[in-house]
Structures are given as structure tokens and as C-alpha cells.
């Protein structure tokens, strides 16, 4: 709703009343949501790669990006004639959007990345759902689990664990630096998403989305000229190219999707994308940019897979009750 009390318009976000977490689980028009921000988000994590191996300091590099995508959204939320929300109801999506889940989640993970492949990054995303699941247990009636639950959550972290130990005691590993940002930028990504979810009275649109990527935009090159990094993108179009594909695709594209499932089916429901972003990113990684891929990440990914099974499952149970 608009500060004149009209409701937006014109924007996928803003379509019919919450549904999923509030409603019936599990909808596959939600699901088939996930998947497709799987696919658009799983991507990003080698590109990130590519413009930070072309000489593109990694705090720099996402606050230009962040600004980029906030400035591309004014003209679409004009052009849409979406209206705007009040400032109350852009606080919550500013606090905990923009700061955490845009802005201390991207300083993380681009920092993190600098010592982490594409592929490992996209990798430890996949523990998104299981952290907010276990957060929004005791904060959001609606993000309960059973027995189910509880199993894919342990079956899950051990699948994540499979992952990424090996790698941090290989000789020649980068050390632990790396993953661990990474970990830390999803921790930041699920309590915001909790938090939002729990707070925020704003409907999912272009004008809240453009205030949450000025917001992390701010927070993000506050942090690369307190560390001092130079503003500078290198030579070449690698570093232009990326940050143009991370614009439109994971920047407008990913996050409009994401909000919507947000905002429709909850957090939990939501960050299940954390499944998907791995098989994309290192399908990509792959491809495009020759990243090795292990047997034991493979086994990591049907761990992770079954504890996404158990928990759908357990969330299939209570909403039938």
C-alpha cells in the first residue's frame, strides 16, 4: 500500500494476497519459483568469481553493483507506475533487507569469494534454509518443524560439512578465510529474511527494492574506503560485463523473484534456493569457467538434497494437520 492508501501495481511482486507460510505449503507454482531463482541466482557466484580474478576489488565491486541495480530500479518503478510506500513502511526492508541481507550479505560473500571458487561459494549457500529454518523456529510460528524437520536440518549440515572440510585441509588449500565469510554472508541472509518477514508491513515492489540496494550499496563502499581499497575496475571488459549480467539477471531479476516467494511463502520456503544455487553454480563453474568438481561434493549435494526431502516433508505433515 502507497502512502495515499492505493495499492501497487504493475509489479510480479505485488500480485494477490500472502499465501504459502500463511496458506497452503508447498504450491508448485512456488516451487517452480524456486527453482527458476536457482537457476538466475546460481549463476552469479562464478560471474562474481570472474570480476574479481580480472583485478576488481571485492567491496568496490559489489557497492558499484548494489548502486548500479538501485539506479536501474527507479526508472522500471516509474515506468510501472508502481507507487511508492511510506517511509515507516521502508524501514523494516531497509534494516534488514538492505543492510543484512543485501548489504552485509554481498561485502561477505564478494570478500569471501576472493580465496573461495564459484563453485564452493554457491555450495555453502545451500545451508540458507537450514539456518533461517532453525531462527524462524523461535521467532515465526509458521517456520515450525517435527521430527522431519530436525532430520533434514542434521542431514543437511553434515552434507555442507562433507563440502567444505576437505578443501580446508588439502595441501595448497586457500585456508579457511574464504568459506568462512561465505558461511557468515548466508548467516546474515537468513536472520535478515527472518527478521523481515517478522517486521516488515511494506509490500514486496521496485521502489522497496531500489531503497534496499541503496542501502547495502552505502553500507558496502563505506566499508571498501574505510579498508582503503582503490576505485578502480581494472583494465578490460570482463569486469564491466559481469557487473552489467549482475545487474539485470541476480540483481533485478533474482531478488524481484526472491521477494515474492518471501513474501508469499515465508523465509524458510524461500531460501530453499540455497539447494539449487550450488548444482548452477557449479554447472557454470564448469562450463564456462573450467572449476574442477569432487565426488565428495557430489555426495555433499544428495545429503543436502535428502535433508531438503525431510523437510518439505515434515513441513507437508503439519500444514495437512
Do not use: C
Not at 570478500?111 to 549457500?125: C, D, I, R
Not at 531503497?211 to 571488459?237: K, N, P
Not at 540455497?274 to 565428495?296: M, R, S
Amino acid at each position: 500500500m502507497s502512502s495515499n492508501g492505493t495499492r501497487e501495481t504493475a509489479t510480479a511482486p505485488d500480485d494477490g494476497p500472502p499465501t504459502g507460510a500463511h496458506g497452503s505449503p508447498g504450491r508448485t507454482s512456488d516451487i517452480l519459483l524456486v527453482v527458476l531463482l536457482g537457476i538466475v541466482w546460481g549463476t552469479a557466484f562464478p560471474v562474481i568469481r570472474a570480476g574479481l580474478v580480472a583485478g576488481a576489488p571485492p567491496l568496490f565491486f559489489a557497492a558499484l553493483r548494489y548502486l548500479l541495480t538501485a539506479a536501474a530500479l527507479v526508472p522500471i518503478a516509474l515506468a510501472t507506475r508502481t507507487a511508492r510506500p511510506t517511509w515507516a513502511q521502508l524501514a523494516s526492508p531497509a534494516a534488514f533487507g538492505g543492510v543484512l541481507m543485501i548489504g552485509a550479505y554481498g561485502g561477505l560473500l564478494y570478500v569471501g569469494e576472493v580465496s573461495t571458487t564459484g563453485g564452493l561459494a554457491a555450495v555453502l549457500t545451500a545451508s540458507a534454509p537450514l539456518v533461517s529454518a532453525v531462527i524462524g523456529f523461535r521467532l515465526l510460528p509458521t517456520e515450525n518443524f517435527g521430527r522431519w524437520g530436525t532430520a533434514g536440518l542434521l542431514v543437511g549440515f553434515v552434507g555442507v560439512a562433507i563440502l567444505v572440510l576437505p578443501g580446508l585441509v588439502a595441501p595448497g588449500s586457500t585456508g579457511i578465510s574464504g568459506p568462512v565469510l561465505v558461511v557468515l554472508a548466508v548467516v546474515a541472509f537468513a536472520v535478515g529474511s527472518v527478521l523481515l518477514r517478522k517486521t516488515s508491513k511494506a509490500t514486496p515492489g521496485f521502489w522497496t527494492l531500489a531503497v534496499q540496494f541503496a542501502v547495502a550499496g552505502a553500507i558496502v563502499e563505506t566499508m571498501s574506503v574505510a579498508l582503503g581499497e582503490r576505485m578502480s575496475l581494472g583494465q578490460g571488459a570482463t569486469v564491466p560485463l559481469t557487473l552489467a549480467f549482475l545487474v539485470v539477471f541476480p540483481g533485478i531479476l533474482g531478488y524481484t523473484l526472491y521477494f515474492r516467494i518471501h513474501h508469499t511463502s515465508g523465509p524458510t520456503r524461500a531460501n530453499v534456493v540455497g539447494y539449487v544455487n550450488p548444482a548452477t553454480g557449479i554447472l557454470v563453474g564448469i562450463l564456462v569457467f573450467a572449476e574442477n568438481v569432487t565426488v565428495l561434493e557430489i555426495g555433499g549435494l544428495i545429503l543436502i538434497g535428502l535433508g531438503l526431502f525431510f523437510l518439505q516433508r515434515d513441513r507437508g505433515r503439519r500444514g495437512s494437520r
